[in-house]
Structures are given as structure tokens and as C-alpha cells.
Nanobody, 126 residues
Framework: QVQLVESGGGLVQAGDSLRVPCAASGRTNSIYTMAWFRQAPGKECEFVAAIIWNGGTTYYADSVRGRFTISRDIAEITQYLQMNSLKPEDTAVYYC???????????????????WGQGTQVTVSS
């Protein structure tokens, strides 16, 4: 079992920045891919970004590329989502996710991930 805990969300204004960490614990040696998803009320879960744990290769949704950066601290078993130039349409609950797979196809598919955090609310006002 793996536990994931996000923090750092909150209410910000358009153009502001946030850095959200996700700390992993438990059977963390089973993690090969980590990612961020987000979900707004009434909408489906949307892929945001992902990182291959060992190699560090990153992937981004078109809607956030150039504004968001995903990274990880291997020693602390923590991943981060740096969000810059936030827009009102970024408002959502942001979820940390981890997969037992080294994902090469379908990295943005929620069903490929086995562990999920509780989510943290990010609200961007105009």
C-alpha cells in the first residue's frame, strides 16, 4: 500500500503562482510513475502532468504546458507541481497519483494509476 498526501492549495488571483507538494509513504518502492490530475465540479478527471520516477521524463497537458512544471525529490519521495500564471479555468481539486507501472502509453489515463491522494483545492479568482 502507498499513501499520498497533497498540500499547498488555496485561493489565489489570476496570474499568481502556487507550488503544491505530494509526499509518498508506505510501499514507495512500487512507484514507477507519478502524476497530477485535476477535477472541477461536474467535470471528469483531467490529466495535468506526469513524471517517470527514475528517469525524470515529464509529460504535460496542452492546457498547462509552459505554465506548470512537475518535479520530484527522490530522497524525500515527494513530487511537486509548480503552477505559474494561474488562470480561473485552472480552478479544480488537484490530485496526486502514482502507478506501479512504468507508463509509456496512456500516461494521462486515470485508470493506469493505483494510488491517489485526498486532493487539494486550488481556486483562482479573476
Amino acid at each position: 500500500q502507498v499513501q499520498l498526501v497533497e498540500s499547498g492549495g488555496g485561493l489565489v488571483q489570476a496570474g499568481d503562482s502556487l507550488r503544491v507538494p505530494c509526499a509518498a509513504s508506505g510501499r514507495t518502492n512500487s512507484i514507477y510513475t507519478m502524476a497530477w490530475f485535476r477535477q472541477a465540479p461536474g467535470k471528469e478527471c483531467e490529466f495535468v502532468a506526469a513524471i517517470i520516477w527514475n528517469g525524470g521524463t515529464t509529460y504535460y497537458a496542452d492546457s498547462v504546458r509552459g505554465r506548470f512544471t512537475i518535479s520530484r525529490d527522490i530522497a524525500e519521495i515527494t513530487q511537486y507541481l509548480q503552477m505559474n500564471s494561474l488562470k480561473p479555468e485552472d480552478t479544480a481539486v488537484y490530485y496526486c497519483a502514482a502507478s506501479r507501472f512504468l507508463i509509456r502509453s496512456g500516461i494521462g489515463t486515470p485508470e493506469r494509476y493505483h494510488y491517489w491522494g485526498q486532493g487539494t483545492q486550488v481556486t483562482v479568482s479573476s
